[in-house]
């Protein structure tokens, strides 16, 4: 499509990155995916999105390569995309996992923090695994990877009894 082709139907590059974004947007149903898990305890409930969320982004493998290749290597487009994708992704996985801090299953946090903490440790395995060449070098079954995520997300956020761990000189509690 050349450059005057792009004007006739686009106002901007944005508006153009915009509709990119919603039309092909890499997990559009991860808010559905949360709301089905709504009234699942965690410790069900994150293996079972972090299950759903890996099969999906394995499915859209050659998406997630275009969107990290065209979209996450510049700034200005990947803050776009962030705005118009993630932020909606994480305020719903936000929102469950502060429903359960609420009732004391998880450890009280930042729950956008906490989404996008679940979130990345997906990504970064998807990265290295799929998309630079991990699975070569080191890999790994997609049963690994779920419950290696999962447990790692889950142990940092489980309200366990934590019986006054010794602190660190930032002051942050270290397991014994």
Request: charged share 25%; with cysteine.
């Amino acid at each position: 499509m050349s450059k005057a082709a792009v004007y006739l139907y686009f106002r901007s590059k944005e508006e153009l990155l915009e509709r990119l974004i919603q039309r092909y947007a890499l997990l559009p149903e991860f808010p559905d995916l949360v709301e089905s898990i709504r009234e699942t305890p965690p410790l069900e409930g994150i293996p079972t999105l972090t299950a759903e969320v890996w099969r999906r982004l394995r499915e859209r493998k050659e998406l997630a390569y275009v969107l990290v290749r065209e979209i996450q290597s510049s700034p200005k487009r990947a803050k776009l995309f962030y705005e118009h994708a993630g932020l909606r992704a994480y305020h719903s996985l936000a929102a469950y996992l502060e429903r359960w801090m609420k009732r004391g299953v998880l450890r009280g946090q930042d729950s956008f923090a906490a989404a996008q903490c679940l979130f990345g440790m997906l990504w970064s395995f998807f990265l290295t695994q799929e998309l630079i060449g991990g699975k070569e070098l080191h890999p790994l079954s997609d049963e690994k990877v779920i419950k290696t995520v999962a447990q790692m997300f889950l142990s940092g956020a489980a309200n366990i009894d934590r019986k006054r761990l010794p602190k660190t000189s930032a002051g942050v509690s270290q397991p014994l």
